[in-house]
């Protein structure tokens, strides 16, 4: 028996369906399919069609500083999102609630940003963000500038301005590529803009 593996989206995963079942399978080996998207994707990064965006979402920015760090040697914008902005916000002196902060990276924070514009890198974080008073399918919510973030609430999504602000500065790229989450996706209810309303803009 052997094991193929050609699910490119969970790949990254130590999942039983993609790492544990190489421990009792052998060969164990990536697919014509993952090859494909791999090929793609190094060639998107290697020689972009220019003015190339990256779009890095995630909870934390402890585990997107390399993603980003290595990004920064290649593109000419990166949005930040997911709730690793509010590290970004939390870094720039604003106040963020109860929303998701990586006390120990703020110092890091502060240098990507400033390594990003010594690049002249368009560095974009949130305007808006939608806040919930707690992390669950009926917490009520509402939109406010990052500026003004109320305490005990969280931020867990882009606002609407700040989706409109992102979808202007990518329709001009012409190679976007794409990391992470950009906002909770755990409850429908709170999985209110960015995935669906951008990718209309998305160079094709």
Known sequence: ???VNDAFGTAHRAHGSTEGVTK????SVAGFLLQKELDYLDGAVSEPKRPFAAIVGGSKVSSKIGVIESLMEKVDKIVIGGGMVFTFLKARGLETGSS???EDQLELATKLEKIAKEKGITFILPSDVIVADKFAADAATQTVSVDSIPEGWMGLDNGPVATAE???ELSDCKTVIWNGPMGVF???ALSLSLSPSLSPSLPL
């Open 166 to 168: 992102i979808q202007k």
């Open 186 to 188: 755990e409850f429908e």
């Open 1 to 3: 028996d052997l094991f």
């Open 100 to 102: 998701l902060v990586e």
């Open 24 to 27: 009792y399978l052998s060969p």
